[in-house]
């Protein structure tokens, strides 16, 4: 029953690309606005940039890379993979020129495409991350975005010290996950 139940949150939560208060809560933007501490402004923007990027990447890129774009308060992670060093850096490039971009973080690695078994299986870390966060009473959950690649989670967010603290602590020990890359901004 609880691998079922993973799965299809896995699902859920792939299909909403990290709004995971609207799987939580059940209610829309607004409600994911609400507890989000990005400004309306920057949670619209981000939006845009993960669209213009991916439009980008597919257009210059339309085989043999797998990226993943995620933006949060501007800030831009790319994971994934590509063929070549060459690929990786042009696709880094390409994002970082669009508008609003603030920084970027490119994690792409120069491997083969994923297979769909290490994507399903890089979902149910995410989702089992997620779940893991709202059991903790150390902090929100609504606060942390949480991206899984290969194994290698990615923990985004504006956070206190003590809650990427906390979350590291929680998604470095849940089954898995191989590491944890912490690319948050701090209030204290």
């Avoid at 923007?45 to 993960?50: A, K, L, R, S, V």
């Avoid at 060093?85 to 603030?102: F, P, Q």
Wanted: neutral net charge; contains cysteine.
């Amino acid at each position: 029953m609880r691998l079922v139940s993973l799965i299809l949150l896995a699902v859920l939560s792939g299909a909403l690309s990290g709004c995971f208060p609207v799987v939580a809560i059940g209610m829309g933007a607004g409600v994911v606005m609400s507890q989000d501490r990005r400004t309306g402004g920057a949670f619209v923007e981000d939006e845009g940039i993960e669209l213009k990027a991916l439009d980008r990447i597919a257009k210059q890129y339309p085989a043999n890379v797998h990226a993943i774009v995620t933006s949060f308060n501007r800030n831009v992670l790319i994971s994934g993979e590509v063929p070549s060093e060459a690929v990786k850096s042009e696709i880094g490039k390409l994002v970082y020129g669009i508008e609003n971009v603030r920084n970027v973080n490119n994690e792409l690695v120069i491997a083969g495409m994923s297979s769909v078994t290490q994507r399903s299986s890089d979902s149910l870390i995410t989702s089992d991350v997620k779940l893991r966060f709202l059991k903790d009473h150390r902090f929100s959950a609504e606060h942390i975005k949480v991206v899984t690649e290969s194994g290698t989670v990615f923990l985004m967010g504006i956070v206190k010290r003590a809650e990427a603290a906390a979350s590291t602590e929680i998604a470095s020990t849940t089954g898995g996950v191989m590491r944890v890359i912490k690319l948050f901004e701090y209030l204290d």
